[in-house]
């Protein structure tokens, strides 16, 4: 492990008082941020803390309206990602920006090629980046397609297109969200391996556990400012909870509070569904959700989750086996799901969750139309949104507030409060906190395990873990469209469960 | 008997190659625009365009014929590339929806639109054709049995239309320009962070799927036809761009589809002159466009889209995400 060395810090890169405005709010105010060579840096903060606008101006995408950004010790200006490329700065997104049907070959050298010229040689290419690959000892096929990898792999390859075109620092925004614990340790050997050869890795989080154990230093904005930067070695994430929120954090309770009742409300036998490219998505799937509990299904994303949670929404058609809810066998019809009970809050919010240009009190309706009749009746609209409004604390001017304009966080609260009031007896709920804060992942935590309470069976299906373990009775993991395992909480282990999620373990 | 049934199977190929061609010429342009993302519904009006603006380039201009027929092929593919413009203004730099768009060009120029006025304007209807493609007996191997009349006596467009697939091939699939190309088409931002110039390479290929299908057009007044009527091409425009649907988007399949369409296109004709009248003309005429429709249907359900391979970002305007 290299420590940074006081004595002579080699600066690879710095942004000096960067301040950013978006339509009057700033989102970076007189930030100040240093990077030296050889270490592996975390940027801490809670969402809309300003990390990704930083992040955006550091590699040229954003420019600051004061303050500037500096790279090797010498102020630069950029106009582009392309501009930050030159400079040797390279970001891995949260989104990856990888060409689903070409190689990985292909992705590596798209844009930039080391031979230049107008031929492309795909095998000559191929050997080159296995040879990258080995030497920061990471796991991939060069010749596959990128539809064929898992999200851990994918991730691989952003990182080796950075290398590949000699990146020098690596910015990385919330890598480990999408992987399992052994992808994880995976992925910090890689950066360990860049930090030792000379590079500066850059590491977004908000998570405080993997911060501690990844970095050298840290450095904490909350609210567009800087709090501090902090050696790793010299702080506690008592204190860097601190620092990020500018309180005390308690986090909810855990499961096991509630009474799991005994009527199954809904039923999974022998379920198999296609993906979009016709690839089997779940293959054999049988499960089964009691009243009051929450099941929660883990997995690295692609696995089978999300046409999981369409085949119960009668979203996406069988191809074989059976789906119960409440009693009621499905035919695989939206509205007959709505209409056996079942509550769903989908993974693509603004996408399925709302219309977004609709209005909230719109949004609401929208969902019930099949009871209303024909005719709107308005002042009923905006007094069930005023209400939803006020029990679920979603923070709107009022009821007219288009779904759009809600942040991440009030938008899923909306969400979630619309399934839980229209009566349901079951819950699917899909990633329900990614991206969210830690306030606001609070709250709709604890309005899932309130509704569990309640007596609602729930369904969780998450990339999040730690998510996962907090709120379920059971987990089941999902691998290639199979169930491969099925634990009660309180006998689960996290590491059991990461083999399992990555095909490695039987339950 | 059976000498019949080879004469009337190498005819039935020749006259595919024929009408195949015009389809093989607006199909590869149409594949090229596709493939950055842009879907340019508007191949028949350019087509008409680039048959109308080459037949009139060929009564005009005086000189040995090989050099006519050159610079009027060059005016269709210039007129095809012009009217392709506008489409890559409009969706490119103004993102609007390229099926509105393109289906105007289509109306613009059609049959009761620019190419008919030019037609009539210029008085292009009455004049018999000065200049025509013909077929060169290519290394003297005409006469080989079977292969000879298929392979070694067609005209320079048919041979130029086999250079464009090859060079299709290599572009795409082996060159850097071509590996940005399907990036661009397949993810926009991907190819964008990268570093691609994802407007340029958009106005490029779908200029030069104008060019290629003003030249598929121009086929039609230099060989096909050797004169102009009203709205010629007659759909072809509309099977090339279901071609390239069947043909999953590849230039090598892409040939063998505008053949077999080709083939439909001819043998009403060729039936009837031998007699042969069971089934009537005008079903061996509709089927390419059955087929159409079958193929568009097909293509326009999206899960569908992408199991046959289509672009992933194919008719999406392209935005880059800025502060």
């Known amino acids: ?507 | 008997m059976s000498g019949i049934n080879a004469n009337l199977g190498i005819s039935i190929i020749v006259s595919a190659i024929l009408y195949g061609t015009p389809l093989l010429f607006a199909g590869l342009g149409e594949l090229f625009a596709e493939r950055s993302g842009i879907l340019n519904l508007g191949v028949e009006g350019m087509m008409l365009m680039g048959a109308v603006s080459a037949f009139w380039t060929s009564q005009k201009m005086s000189g040995p014929s090989w050099l006519v027929l050159l610079v009027a092929v060059l005016a269709g593919a210039l007129a095809g590339a012009l009217m392709s413009l506008i489409h890559a203004f409009l969706s490119i730099t103004l993102r609007a929806n390229q099926i509105v768009s393109g289906l105007t060009l289509t109306i613009f120029a059609g049959l009761i639109g620019m190419s008919s006025y030019l037609g009539s304007v210029l008085s292009l209807g009455d004049q018999a054709g000065r200049h025509s493609f013909s077929d060169i007996n290519l290394f003297g191997l005409k006469d080989v049995p079977i292969v000879g009349p298929i392979l070694f006596h067609e005209s320079a467009l048919v041979y130029a239309s086999w250079l464009f697939v090859i060079l299709s091939l290599v572009y795409l699939y082996r060159t850097r320009t071509g590996l940005h190309l399907r990036a661009v088409g397949e993810s926009p931002r991907a190819a964008d962070a990268m570093g691609v110039n994802v407007t340029r390479y958009r106005y490029i290929h779908t200029l030069l799927g104008g060019a290629l299908a003003g030249v598929g057009g121009a086929m039609f007044t230099l060989q096909i036809a050797t004169n102009w009527i009203d709205g010629l091409t007659a759909g072809a425009g509309w099977i090339a761009i279901a071609l390239v649907i069947f043909a999953f988007w590849r230039p090598d399949l892409l040939l063998v589809g505008a053949y077999l369409f080709g083939a439909f296109l001819g043998l009403g004709y060729d039936l009837q002159a031998r007699g042969f009248t069971a089934i009537p003309t005008e079903f061996w005429s509709a089927l390419p466009f059955i087929m159409t429709i079958v193929a568009l249907v097909v293509a326009s359900t999206g899960s569908m889209r992408r199991r046959l391979g289509a672009p992933a970002a194919l008719g999406l305007p392209y935005a880059r995400e800025e502060g």
């Open chain 1, 1 to 507: 492990m290299t420590d940074a060395t006081p004595e002579a810090p080699s600066l690879a890169l710095a942004a000096r008082s960067v301040t950013k405005r978006f339509r009057g709010v700033v989102a970076n105010d007189r930030v100040d941020f240093e990077v030296a060579a050889g270490e592996v840096h975390a940027l801490l903060g809670e969402n809309g803390a300003g990390k990704t606008t930083l992040c955006n101006v550091l590699t040229g995408l954003y420019r600051p309206e004061e303050g500037y950004v500096e790279v090797g010790g010498r102020p630069v200006r950029m106009h582009s990602p392309h501009d930050a490329h030159e400079a040797g700065i390279f970001m891995v997104h949260q989104q990856f920006r990888l060409v689903q049907s070409l190689s990985v070959a292909e992705n590596v050298v798209l844009g930039w090629s080391r031979h230049g010229g107008t031929w492309f040689a795909p095998r000559r290419v191929e050997r080159e980046v296995a040879a990258l690959a080995e030497q920061y000892r990471m796991d991939i096929a060069p010749q596959a397609k990128i539809w064929q990898l898992s999200v851990g792999e994918q991730q691989r390859v952003e990182i080796l297109k950075a290398l590949y075109r000699g990146a020098r620092i690596l910015i990385m925004d919330e890598p480990t969200a999408v992987l399992t614990p052994q992808e994880v340790d995976q992925l910090v050997g890689t950066l360990r391996e860049m930090a030792r050869s000379g590079s500066a890795v850059v590491f977004i989080s908000h998570k405080l556990p993997e911060v501690l154990a990844v970095s050298d230093r840290i450095t904490v904005l909350r609210a567009g400012r800087t709090m501090g930067t902090v050696g790793t070695a010299s702080t506690t994430a008592r204190e860097l909870a601190h620092m990020m929120v500018g309180r005390d954090v308690v986090f909810a309770g855990g499961p096991g509070s509630h009474e799991v009742g005994g009527t199954v409300v809904l039923e999974l036998e022998a379920v198999s569904a296609e993906s979009d490219l016709g690839t089997p998505a779940l293959v054999d799937v049988a499960l089964a959700v009691r009243s009051g509990e929450i099941l929660g299904i883990a997995g690295v994303a692609g696995n089978g989750q999300r046409e999981l949670a369409e085949v119960i929404a009668g979203e996406r058609a069988r191809t074989a086996g059976r789906v119960v809810i409440d009693g009621k066998t499905q035919e695989g019809k939206p509205w007959e799901a709505i209409a056996a009970g079942l509550g769903y809050v989908p993974e693509d919010r603004m996408g399925v969750g709302v219309a977004p240009g609709l209005s909230i009190a719109d949004n609401l309706r929208l969902k019930s139309y099949r009871r209303n009749g024909l005719i709107l009746h308005n002042k009923k609209a905006m007094a069930d949104a005023e209400e939803l409004i006020r029990r679920f604390d979603i923070v709107a001017r009022g009821p007219r507030t288009l779904a759009r304009e809600l942040s991440g966080g009030n938008l899923q609260k909306l969400i979630v409060g619309r399934e839980l009031s229209s009566a349901a007896k079951v819950l699917v709920v899909s990633s329900p906190t990614r991206g969210l804060d830690v306030g606001a992942t609070e709250s709709v935590r604890r309005l899932l395990s309130e509704s569990a309470r309640s007596g609602v069976g729930g369904v969780l299906i998450s990339e999040a873990l730690g998510g996962v373990f907090e709120l379920s009775d059971r987990i089941a993991v999902l691998y290639r469209g199979r169930v491969t395992g099925l634990v009660d909480r309180k006998d689960a282990d996290v590491d059991h469960i990461g083999l399992m999620m990555a095909g490695q373990a039987a339950a």
